[in-house]
């Protein structure tokens, strides 16, 4: 009797066993139609929104270097003084105030101090001074008429030293310092842009465009006049009339 009884409870077992897997993938069944159904459901275009604006620098950055050797010290410093003095007068004149000129200390080179490069010959030039003005400012029309005045400075014995710092850097540079104030701006039009190139890709499936479902802001580019990309830290700002392009990237739930 008693082994009877033993085998009824092993067979019960058995059988509720059994009974909770059929349960359990037959929930998983349902389940897994149930999400298929919610993604069939779910319906979504992703489109680019682009925008392109033009807008005008509204500051300038004009680097004035100069450079003088000489084989005596002071007669290199009188020399580069009175160069400065000239190119002061000549921004005085061409109407930019003190307060939008700074003055670069004068930067001393001794030749015969290298331990390279000593200086040959019986007239050695042993000292090269160099010094520079920075002209920045809100006048940018004022400052391209002044380069084209800058010959003045040449006539009056005063050469402009290229070299001095440049580093192949735009002089002058012209700049967009309101930038971050046009970014909510430029990305409403991306995104308004974005949705009417959705509605007409849901005008072709008969949906209507919902809500947005992501949204990437991507690239936010500036270029100059001349199609030179500005965009980056060290890049040339060479132009005072700048195009802005923003391309983002939108996913649009479809109803």
Not at 28 to 41: N, S
Not at 79 to 89: F, P, S, V
Not at 100 to 111: A, F, G, M, Q
Not at 221 to 243: A, L, Y
Request: charged share 25%.
């Amino acid at each position: 009797m008693e082994s009877t009884g033993g085998g009824s409870r092993v067979a019960g077992a058995f059988v509720a066993g059994v009974c909770a897997l059929v349960g359990l993938a037959l929930a998983g069944f349902f389940v897994g139609r149930g999400v298929e159904r919610l993604r069939a459901a779910v319906r979504t275009v992703t489109v680019k929104g682009l925008v392109e604006k033009e807008v005008r620098a509204d500051q300038a950055i004009w680097t004035l270097s100069l450079r003088r050797a000489g084989r005596d010290l002071e007669e290199a410093r009188a020399k580069i003084g009175a160069d400065r003095d000239a190119a002061l007068a000549f921004l005085e004149k061409q109407g930019f105030s003190d307060a939008e000129i700074e003055r670069s200390p004068v930067r001393t080179i001794d030749k015969q101090a290298r331990e390279y490069g000593q200086p040959q010959g019986p007239d050695p030039m042993r000292w090269i001074l160099t010094t520079a003005l920075v002209v920045k400012t809100s006048k940018v029309d004022q400052v391209r008429s002044a380069i084209g005045s800058a010959d003045e400075l040449l006539k009056a014995g005063v050469v402009l030293d290229a070299g001095e710092g440049g580093g192949g850097a735009a002089n002058p540079r012209y700049v967009v310092t309101g930038f971050n104030d046009l970014r909510p701006q430029l990305l409403a039009e991306a995104t308004k842009n974005a949705r009417a190139m959705a509605q007409q890709f849901a005008a072709d499936s008969g949906a209507r465009v919902g809500g947005i479902r992501s949204a990437n802001q991507g690239q936010i580019q500036i270029f100059g006049s001349d199609g030179n990309d500005e965009s980056g830290p060290f890049s040339p700002t060479s132009t005072p009339v700048k195009k802005i392009r923003v391309v983002s990237t939108f996913e649009f739930a479809l109803d």
